[in-house]
């Protein structure tokens, strides 16, 4: 490869770096994630937690690591935030489709 | 035309669209600008397509043999294999400035790819901080180590790669390291996004597991192939010699091994929240400080380059770096009141704390000892070194203290174990722990360490298998699998708890290979051809002395022959290597007969063209391929924890058996 050819190259790739960071700035209407959009993320995220959680909790358990009453003390912790997430989940979506 | 000064414009270019990036993260994360937020989000990868340039176009500059770049002249030469060209990238000060921003490039820009929509809250600061460390390195490259200066003339050909640096493990460890090193930053600069945008609870720790997972990974690879380069090339018969350029690569791996494991306990109980802020803050400072280390000539090392004045731009680095963190900290101290207390001594978080509490004093111990020199000299004038039996002997029973806990930690009940639980979990590794601390007094072990080490590590393995016993069999029950299958499905299933459990029997296999040590046999002796030696139980033969030439050296190289309590001889042939260009330097190729049990390693110390006699060194190390064997599995589990499924990502759905019973368990 000549050598201005490769100039040519590595000033091309430069341009489109300067580019990369500055269209934002002149290109159309700047699209944010709508924060509806976001808090069901957050959600959906927090809910494959909880289920994670819960059977990190059941392993725990069934191997020794946790009494009786801390094992239902946790499990009825975790269970009812996730009931909490899913009505919340549920609710978005109500949103969005009424 | 040359293109080379395409180099340095890339650079400052890089450097605009970096400070560009910190500035909008900042102002468009607190000011919700979407259009600054995408600038960026867009520095990022600009910034990053700028240094990934430079990288590529100084390699193409080594492999072209570009000798009138001073720093391709310096550290290449024309009769070195190609293959150490590519690595003499990173041979010298400026190259590993351009490893270290190219490594951050690449990690910022998946970062900021796999994120950019899961946690938009975090991304502008994340990317904000991400550039401000970019910022940092390609600065130094623009204003003080510039890798693209050019001379006035050509060199008909360059001085060559230090030859030490000419081996496969040494052209592969700086990488590793380094992606151990500059992985930490992007934890980092999520746990700074969180402290800035006020988001604490554990959505940045979720986020940032597998990333920290991925860091340790690969500086415990560094780690292991710089020990591995010390044990083969060096020629002293050691794999550790706490060195200060080695003590600053273990040092963030002894914190970040910490925060590994005390994010769990925020994951799981909201505790913690403070202490892992301070950790990971602490790891990624501790890589600035070991560059800092490396680079500054502070502190004298075989691995040091030379010193120069860079030490003070490094110092000053670390002080924004730690200054920033810490009011941060402080100014959102509030957000990071724990959830939960601890409610026993005799429970996994407080397991989890000590194991953290051990850690670190391994660490201070070590940072002590590493800059006390330098300390001492600042005190009182004097330059006092501590050498390897300070190291060895604070940090023996704190090691010891730590494989106990390995144990402990996996099986202790959370919140507060009971006598029940004690019993039930603790009953048989207890019995294994004294069985094999029994069995190794009555084989005669003598060192305290090692009996402990064998004790301890019998204490891991069997909770370790007690713990999968357990659970295999509560898959057993519930999903009615057979045992080989209920094993492989439980690992399957908890991929991040059980490859745990496999790193820790990889640490149950380096101890035991580190207690080899005080089993060491060493014995020197001057043979003419034709004589022999006996150490141990081998027999060492010396038959002659070969002189051979390499691409770019020539070596003497002894042959032996050795055997053990007379059965099948072996050929070994320990080498000295004179590289005539450049540095006109000396290097010493080990033999090593590397069996399951003990390594036979022999040293050519001198050699005499008259009587063609030859000095050697002849060292028994004991059980030293368990030090990379346990290594290996300590890997090999990291890489299973890390393809757990990330939480919400889609599971591979599998097809179930129309006939179940109702779970129990969850396993």
Redesign the interface.
């Given at each position: 490869m000549s050598?201005?050819l490769?100039?040519l190259i590595?000033?091309w790739?430069?341009l489109?770096?300067?580019?990369?960071?500055?269209?934002?700035?002149f290109?159309g209407a700047?699209?944010?994630?709508p924060a509806a959009v976001?808090h069901r993320?957050?959600l959906?995220?927090e809910?494959?937690?909880l289920?994670?959680?819960?059977?990190?909790?059941?392993?725990?358990?069934?191997?020794?690591?946790?009494?009786d009453e801390?094992h239902a003390v946790?499990e009825a912790r975790l269970k009812s935030r996730a009931v909490e997430v899913m009505q919340q989940l549920e609710a978005t979506a109500g949103r969005s489709s009424g | 035309m040359s293109a080379y000064w395409l180099g340095p414009l890339a650079l400052w270019v890089g450097l605009g669209l970096t400070l560009y990036g910190l500035v909008a993260g900042i102002v468009g994360g607190r000011r919700r600008n979407q259009r600054l937020i995408d600038g960026a989000v867009g520095s990022v990868f600009g910034a990053g397509i700028c240094v990934v340039f430079a990288y590529a176009l100084l390699t193409a500059g080594f492999l072209a043999d570009e000798f009138r770049l001073s720093y391709v002249a310096n550290n290449a030469s024309r009769a070195m294999p190609v293959w150490y060209k590519a690595t003499a990238v990173w041979g010298g000060m400026e190259g590993s400035m351009l490893l270290w921003a190219f490594i951050l490039a690449c990690y910022s820009m998946a970062a900021i790819w796999i994120h950019r929509r899961r946690h938009p809250e975090l991304i502008p600061y994340a990317a904000a901080v991400l550039q401000g460390i970019m910022a940092f390195f390609v600065g130094v490259m623009v204003f003080s180590s510039k890798p693209f200066v050019t001379l006035d003339f050509t060199p008909v050909d360059g001085v060559g790669l230090n030859p030490l640096l000419q081996n496969h493990w040494m052209a592969a460890h700086p990488p590793s390291l380094y992606l151990g090193y500059v992985g930490w930053s992007v934890p980092f600069a999520f746990a700074m996004a969180a402290l800035i945008s006020g988001r604490l609870g554990t959505e940045w720790i979720v986020a940032m597991r597998k990333w920290a997972l991925v860091s340790f990974l690969f500086l415990t690879v560094g780690n292991l192939m710089g020990s591995h380069w010390a044990y083969i090339e060096l020629g002293w018969g050691g794999f550790w010699g706490w060195d200060p350029v080695e003590n600053s690569a273990i040092m963030p791996w002894f914190v970040g091994a910490a925060f590994v494991h005390s994010i769990m306990i925020q994951e799981k109980r909201g505790m913690l929240k403070l202490w892992n802020v301070g950790l990971i803050t602490a790891t990624f400072a501790l890589t600035i400080l070991g560059t800092f280390v490396t680079r500054s000539g502070i502190i004298e090392s075989v691995h040091a380059f030379a010193s120069t004045n860079i030490g003070v731009v490094f110092l000053s680095f670390l002080v924004v770096v730690i200054g920033t963190a810490v009011g941060l900290t402080w100014w959102r101290s509030d957000l990071l009141q724990t959830e939960n207390r601890l409610e026993s001594f005799a429970s996994r978080e407080a397991a989890f704390l000590f194991n953290n509490l051990l850690l670190l004093g391994i660490f201070f111990a070590v940072w002590w000892g590493t800059f006390f020199p330098f300390i001492s000299e600042a005190a009182t004038g004097q330059r006092i070194s501590v050498g390897p039996p300070f190291f060895n002997q604070v940090n023996k029973p704190l090691s010891i203290a730590l494989l106990l806990l390995t144990g402990i930690g996996p099986v202790i009940a959370w919140r507060r174990a009971s006598r029940h639980n004690l019993q039930r979990n603790f009953r048989f590794p207890v019995a294994a722990l004294l069985v094999a601390g029994v069995v190794a007094v009555v084989l005669g072990i003598h060192s305290w360490y090692a009996i402990a080490v064998i004790a301890f590590g019998a204490f891991v393995l069997a909770t370790i298998g007690q713990e999968m016993g357990r659970g295999t069999r509560a898959r057993m029950r519930s999903k009615e699998e057979r045992a080989p299958i209920a094993l492989v499905s439980l690992i399957g299933r908890n991929r991040r708890r059980y490859g745990g459990y496999i790193v820790h029997i990889g640490v149950v296999l380096v101890f035991a290979g580190i207690a080899g040590v005080f089993f060491v046999t060493e014995q020197s002796a001057r043979l003419a051809p034709g004589e022999s030696v006996e150490v141990g139980s081998f027999q060492v033969f010396y038959r002659g002395t070969d002189i051979e030439r390499g691409p770019n050296y020539t070596a003497t190289v002894a042959n032996l022959t050795v055997s053990e309590n007379g059965g099948r001889a072996y050929r070994i042939r320990p080498e000295k290597r004179f590289y005539p260009e450049g540095q006109e330097q000396t290097t010493t190729e080990v033999a090593i007969w590397s069996r399951t049990f003990e390594d036979f390693y022999a040293i050519l110390e001198g050699y005499q063209p008259a009587t063609q006699s030859v000095d050697l060194t002849i060292i028994v190390n004991p059980m030293v391929m368990w030090i990379w064997i346990g290594g290996g599995i300590m890997v090999f589990g990291m890489v299973i924890a890390l393809t757990t499924p990330r939480p919400g990502a889609p599971r591979r759905r599998v097809v179930q058996p129309a006939k179940r019973k109702t779970e129990r368990v969850g396993a």
């Amino acid at each position: 490869m000549s050598d201005t050819l490769l100039i040519l190259i590595g000033l091309w790739v430069l341009l489109a770096a300067v580019w990369l960071a500055f269209y934002p700035l002149f290109g159309g209407a700047a699209e944010s994630v709508p924060a509806a959009v976001a808090h069901r993320r957050e959600l959906e995220i927090e809910k494959a937690r909880l289920v994670e959680e819960i059977h990190e909790l059941q392993l725990d358990y069934a191997t020794g690591k946790l009494s009786d009453e801390d094992h239902a003390v946790l499990e009825a912790r975790l269970k009812s935030r996730a009931v909490e997430v899913m009505q919340q989940l549920e609710a978005t979506a109500g949103r969005s489709s009424g | 035309m040359s293109a080379y000064w395409l180099g340095p414009l890339a650079l400052w270019v890089g450097l605009g669209l970096t400070l560009y990036g910190l500035v909008a993260g900042i102002v468009g994360g607190r000011r919700r600008n979407q259009r600054l937020i995408d600038g960026a989000v867009g520095s990022v990868f600009g910034a990053g397509i700028c240094v990934v340039f430079a990288y590529a176009l100084l390699t193409a500059g080594f492999l072209a043999d570009e000798f009138r770049l001073s720093y391709v002249a310096n550290n290449a030469s024309r009769a070195m294999p190609v293959w150490y060209k590519a690595t003499a990238v990173w041979g010298g000060m400026e190259g590993s400035m351009l490893l270290w921003a190219f490594i951050l490039a690449c990690y910022s820009m998946a970062a900021i790819w796999i994120h950019r929509r899961r946690h938009p809250e975090l991304i502008p600061y994340a990317a904000a901080v991400l550039q401000g460390i970019m910022a940092f390195f390609v600065g130094v490259m623009v204003f003080s180590s510039k890798p693209f200066v050019t001379l006035d003339f050509t060199p008909v050909d360059g001085v060559g790669l230090n030859p030490l640096l000419q081996n496969h493990w040494m052209a592969a460890h700086p990488p590793s390291l380094y992606l151990g090193y500059v992985g930490w930053s992007v934890p980092f600069a999520f746990a700074m996004a969180a402290l800035i945008s006020g988001r604490l609870g554990t959505e940045w720790i979720v986020a940032m597991r597998k990333w920290a997972l991925v860091s340790f990974l690969f500086l415990t690879v560094g780690n292991l192939m710089g020990s591995h380069w010390a044990y083969i090339e060096l020629g002293w018969g050691g794999f550790w010699g706490w060195d200060p350029v080695e003590n600053s690569a273990i040092m963030p791996w002894f914190v970040g091994a910490a925060f590994v494991h005390s994010i769990m306990i925020q994951e799981k109980r909201g505790m913690l929240k403070l202490w892992n802020v301070g950790l990971i803050t602490a790891t990624f400072a501790l890589t600035i400080l070991g560059t800092f280390v490396t680079r500054s000539g502070i502190i004298e090392s075989v691995h040091a380059f030379a010193s120069t004045n860079i030490g003070v731009v490094f110092l000053s680095f670390l002080v924004v770096v730690i200054g920033t963190a810490v009011g941060l900290t402080w100014w959102r101290s509030d957000l990071l009141q724990t959830e939960n207390r601890l409610e026993s001594f005799a429970s996994r978080e407080a397991a989890f704390l000590f194991n953290n509490l051990l850690l670190l004093g391994i660490f201070f111990a070590v940072w002590w000892g590493t800059f006390f020199p330098f300390i001492s000299e600042a005190a009182t004038g004097q330059r006092i070194s501590v050498g390897p039996p300070f190291f060895n002997q604070v940090n023996k029973p704190l090691s010891i203290a730590l494989l106990l806990l390995t144990g402990i930690g996996p099986v202790i009940a959370w919140r507060r174990a009971s006598r029940h639980n004690l019993q039930r979990n603790f009953r048989f590794p207890v019995a294994a722990l004294l069985v094999a601390g029994v069995v190794a007094v009555v084989l005669g072990i003598h060192s305290w360490y090692a009996i402990a080490v064998i004790a301890f590590g019998a204490f891991v393995l069997a909770t370790i298998g007690q713990e999968m016993g357990r659970g295999t069999r509560a898959r057993m029950r519930s999903k009615e699998e057979r045992a080989p299958i209920a094993l492989v499905s439980l690992i399957g299933r908890n991929r991040r708890r059980y490859g745990g459990y496999i790193v820790h029997i990889g640490v149950v296999l380096v101890f035991a290979g580190i207690a080899g040590v005080f089993f060491v046999t060493e014995q020197s002796a001057r043979l003419a051809p034709g004589e022999s030696v006996e150490v141990g139980s081998f027999q060492v033969f010396y038959r002659g002395t070969d002189i051979e030439r390499g691409p770019n050296y020539t070596a003497t190289v002894a042959n032996l022959t050795v055997s053990e309590n007379g059965g099948r001889a072996y050929r070994i042939r320990p080498e000295k290597r004179f590289y005539p260009e450049g540095q006109e330097q000396t290097t010493t190729e080990v033999a090593i007969w590397s069996r399951t049990f003990e390594d036979f390693y022999a040293i050519l110390e001198g050699y005499q063209p008259a009587t063609q006699s030859v000095d050697l060194t002849i060292i028994v190390n004991p059980m030293v391929m368990w030090i990379w064997i346990g290594g290996g599995i300590m890997v090999f589990g990291m890489v299973i924890a890390l393809t757990t499924p990330r939480p919400g990502a889609p599971r591979r759905r599998v097809v179930q058996p129309a006939k179940r019973k109702t779970e129990r368990v969850g396993a």
